[in-house]
């Protein structure tokens, strides 16, 4: 990849403001792209993406809460105001409401699937038709590995991360003849503020469970992200990559 591999894409990065999120907003725009950074917060994605201004890349902040349709269709329309599409898609943005199942609330089985799988769907049905009429696209949709084994006291966020697994094969299919590529990345566990709550003791042990003894970190999830979203990745399409330290093989 060249060191301005996205020099001339829009680049739309959902969860931007802080996490793996703000780590492939700054590497798309270190690379030449003009990222647009999502999040609930304008006073946080403005953060990222008036930092990305100052060190000399192209950037602008959108405060939207990707987990309600009308402010996903109303936010694409008026990016396709400014811009003649979206290159490149990193539907990232998540949020954990963890519990028991049978203490699970129906409001908290909700939230979590409308943030990390229905926004995904509302992305890309407002985004595709630009993409395919260029010809050209690349979407990364953040997966986990929960959504491929499970995990305790997060049935919530292991579904949305699965249905997104089968969100992404089913959009790479109707497109990959329209030179979009959509993949998707499953991290294992990353120091990001979702893993914070973690106490030293818990990270100790989850450490025992991974081949490489350590939580990831967000630089070991950017570079993949940023291959997924190049010209070079163009016959990569419909694949799930898991970064985990080796957890699950
Ligand atoms: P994080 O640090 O908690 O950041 C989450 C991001 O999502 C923030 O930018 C937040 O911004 C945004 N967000 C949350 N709800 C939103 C909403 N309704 N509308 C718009 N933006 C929203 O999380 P992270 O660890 O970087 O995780 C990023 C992605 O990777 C998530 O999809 C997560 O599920 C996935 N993942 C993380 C791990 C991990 O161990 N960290 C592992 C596997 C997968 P605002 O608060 O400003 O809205």
Redesign the pocket.
């Known amino acids: 990849m060249s060191s301005l591999a996205f020099a001339g894409r829009v680049a739309v990065v959902?969860?931007?403001?802080?996490?793996?999120?703000?780590g492939i907003a700054r590497a798309l725009a270190r690379g030449g792209a003009h990222v647009v950074c999502?999040?609930?917060?304008m006073a946080?994605?403005s953060k990222v993406s008036d930092e990305i201004i100052a060190l000399g890349g192209s950037a602008e902040a959108m405060a939207?809460?990707?987990?309600?349709s009308v402010e996903v269709e109303k936010a694409c329309g008026i990016l396709l105001e400014k811009h003649p599409a979206a290159d490149i898609l990193v539907n990232?943005?998540?949020?954990?409401k963890d519990a028991i199942l049978m203490r699970m609330s129906y409001g908290d089985w909700d939230d979590v699937i409308?943030?990390?799988l229905s926004?995904c769907f509302f992305w890309l049905k407002n985004l595709m038709r630009p993409m395919v009429q260029r010809r050209w696209g690349r979407i990364v949709n953040?997966?986990?590995?929960?959504g491929k084994i499970g995990n305790f006291g997060q049935a919530n966020?292991a579904a949305a991360?699965a249905g997104l697994i089968g969100l992404t094969k089913s959009a790479a299919k109707e497109v990959a003849s329209r030179g979009i590529c959509v993949n998707a990345i499953?991290?294992?566990?990353?120091?990001?503020?979702?893993?914070a709550r973690l106490d030293q003791k818990s990270i100790d042990d989850l450490a025992r469970f991974i081949p490489m003894k350590r939580?990831?970190s967000?630089e070991d999830?950017v570079p993949l992200a940023t291959f997924l979203c190049s010209e070079e990745a163009r016959y990569i399409t419909g694949q799930i990559f898991t970064v985990d330290g080796g957890m699950t093989m």
């Open positions: 959902t969860g931007a403001s802080r996490g793996i999120g703000e999502v999040s609930r917060s946080n994605c939207v809460d990707v987990s309600d990232n943005a998540g949020i954990i409308r943030t990390n926004s953040m997966s986990s590995i929960v966020y991360k499953a991290p294992g566990f990353i120091s990001t503020d979702m893993t939580l990831g967000v999830v």
